[in-house]
């Protein structure tokens, strides 16, 4: 059964840490799952995006994620992640598994900044509201 945006969503969030990795059949039938779904996926993404999120762990969670990113460019040194082969994925997956500490050290940082742009979400700033333009 394919799942959508939703549900695996939530289940993401419910997840606490996952030990094992998947597979390289089990990522390409995930990989043909979201191609699938893909105009649902980003439909629900738009909507997400939306929606404001105050709850601490969402929001600690998303400024991990962005920390493992930026962490992850710059030890790419500006190659791009979706370039990199399975193989060179994986190995980059280690290397940031090992740095879990500056990663946590480094969202820590980061919260504040994820939360205002959480609480900016919705407003409308002067661009936006300026006569010239049209969305």
Known sequence: MIKDFRSLFEEESTTEVIS??????????KRRAM??????????RKKAMKRKILDPKKLMKRAQKQARNKIASR???????????MGQKR?????????????SKLAKKMLK???QKEMNKGKKTLKDIA???TK
């Open 131 to 133: 006569p010239g333009n």
């Open 20 to 29: 094992e990795v998947d597979s390289i059949q089990t990522r390409m039938k």
């Open 35 to 44: 191609r699938k779904n893909r105009a649902k996926i980003a439909f629900a």
């Open 91 to 103: 190995a980059l997956e280690k290397i940031l598994d090992k740095k879990t500490k500056v990663i």
């Open 113 to 115: 900044v994820v939360r």
């Open 75 to 85: 030890i790419l040194k500006g190659k791009n992640k979706a370039e990199l082969g």
